[in-house]
């Protein structure tokens, strides 16, 4: 019975572990292991010149070395110190006040409904590359304010979800029991409701978490955010273009990039079948 | 369906309000003072150049009044003045447009036509190796910083190969058609110039390919689902027992229905586009809006990012409110109250 062994794995392994989930979960636990330990890694230093300048790649420098003579490999390393974290934090506050917003605006409904949701169109109505990129000028170049501009662009993507899942949660027969039973407004919201409006949000912060990553190198690149020396993704890239014969200056930080958001993008849709088992 | 559209176009001009008002707001709470941009720092301790300068750009008003003076001026189609090049924000924007419309519209036919005959084989290999690889071809797409696919494929295909030529939308010699539409290869071709019109193709090929293949994953996810879902349907089991080839039921029997919602996300993928665009035109030194944007921000030039925000905003409203009333228009079982 040699052939039952595939079909026993088949039966054992989950059918929303497949290849790219495993591939996106390794990505991310790459990464993320990077940004936390890169400092404490045997490579060479990112901020100091470490050979010849703008040197191709070799034995010592696999990824070649830039204008200044500092390692590419290293500097795209270090880069996760700033970009994962920069993700993270435009995620997780975009995401609290987008539900927050939105969990109001579903519940409460009338004119708070409606100022909130009309702030929310007017502010998707923008290619969002443009307001993030009016707001930071505005506020001034740098990556904190970049992070800020970005939690701006993010939220009301955030506040849509989470307002349409509370409209439809709302009518659930739980609810209406909860009601009648007695429980006052704020306790039907947070014990009643809330529970089961994060699936959606959940699966789509981990795909917003790789296009935020790229959004922030696409500041950097323009000049927005990281400023030089910082060995940031988007800002080794614009280093990069200025070199443009050393194509290996912009090669590590752009496969950084891409595989970020490639990873979690896999993540993402294996999370969704998970936690919405009627999808597929 | 009237009542549908007469709705949204009602709604038109508020939100075209609502853009103005934001895009005003954020240029206006600004720290940097754009006294700065405008005067230099070294003047910025000579009372007398800043008390001009105050009042040549209206910054000696309050902020209500420069509001009410700037929707104003919009209405007569007057985008102010940019700090940086002294000339009308809104005649540098209409010199600018055309170049990023021919680039984009070049871009979303790419992108279409690719990411339909992607959806289309992933639908028909489901599950198989076709399939698995079409989706990662376009996933790939989405998930490309599109500033470094422009760097990296404009140094093989326009350094190592020679195949294609280096940015800019004609060769540096070569003088620009005359202007009709402001696109190069239309106007090119009403001229007769050939010759330019082959330039201005080949100038035009790989930012197009490089922009296209970012929304090729929205089209061709789109078909691939909408594929699906007919292909299982009783008239395609029909189409199959009369005789007809295979090409023949997955293009004309399938693939018609499966366009209907197919156009839709062309539409929308247009936000995608004007966001490639601005971070791809600096790379292939495109002319184009989109540079224009990055040089203003570098720059700190508040009325040409003001201006350039509110056409962006303006533009995307369009494009969607347009896909949507399309959309209506294709699929006559939509009826929205």
Known sequence: MASAAPALAAAVRPRWLTTPVVLGGLIAVFWISVALTVGWWPIHDAFLATGGRLG???????????????????????????????????????????????????????????????????????????????????????LRNATIAMIIVWWPNYARLMRAQVLAVREREHVEAAIAAGASAPRVLVRHILPLCWSPILVNATMDFGQVVLQAASLSFIGLGASPPTPEWGQMISEGARNFYQWWIAFGPGMAILSVALGFNFLGDGLRDILDPRTQ | MYRYIIRRLIAMPLLLLGIVSIAFLITHFTKGDPLISIIGERQMDNPVVIAAARARWGLDRSLPEQYLIYVGSLLTGDFGTSLRTKQGVGRDLAVRLP????????????????????????????????????????????????????????????????????????????????????????????????????????????????????????????????????????????????????????????????????????????????????????????????????????????????????????????????????????DPRIRFR
């Open chain 1, 56 to 142: 191709p790649p070799d034995a010592t420098h696999w990824l070649g070395t830039d204008k200044l003579a500092r390692d590419v490999l290293s500097r795209t390393l270090h880069g996760a110190q700033y970009s994962l974290p920069i993700g993270l934090a435009v995620i997780a506050s975009a995401v609290a006040i987008g539900a927050t917003l939105g969990a109001i605006a579903g519940f409460v409904g009338g004119l708070i409904d409606a100022a909130i949701m009309r702030l929310v169109d007017v502010t998707l109505s923008f290619p969002a590359i443009l307001l993030a990129m009016a707001v930071t000028a505005s506020i001034g170049p740098g």
């Open chain 2, 99 to 330: 170049a990023t419309l021919e680039l984009v519209i070049a871009a979303m036919l790419l992108g279409s036509l690719v990411g339909i005959t992607l959806g289309v084989v992933a639908a028909r290999y489901r599950d198989r190796a076709a399939d698995h690889l079409a989706r990662l071809f376009a996933l790939i797409g989405s998930s490309l910083p599109v500033f470094w696919s422009g760097l990296i494929l404009l140094f093989i295909f326009s350094v190592q190969v020679h195949l294609l030529p280096g940015p800019g939308r004609l060769d540096a010699r070569t003088t620009a058609p005359p202007i009709v539409t402001g696109f190069y290869t239309l106007d090119s071709l009403f001229v007769g110039d050939l010759s330019t019109f082959a330039e201005a193709i080949t100038h035009l090929i790989l930012p197009a390919c490089v922009l296209g293949w970012t929304v090729m994953g929205l089209v061709s996810r789109q078909v691939r689902a909408s594929m699906l879902e007919v292909l299982h349907q009783d008239y395609i089991v029909a189409a199959r027992a009369k005789g007809a080839s295979e090409p023949r039921v997955l293009v004309n029997h399938a693939l018609r229905n499966a366009l209907i919602p197919t156009l839709t996300v062309i539409g929308f993928s247009f936000a995608y586009l004007i966001t490639g665009a601005v971070l791809s035109e600096t790379i292939f030194s495109w002319p184009g809006v989109g540079s224009y944007a990055v040089d203003a921000t570098r720059s700190l030039d508040y009325p040409a990012i003001m201006g350039v925000t509110i056409v962006g905003g303006t533009a995307f409203l369009l494009t969607n409110l347009a896909t949507d009333i399309g959309y209506a228009f294709v």
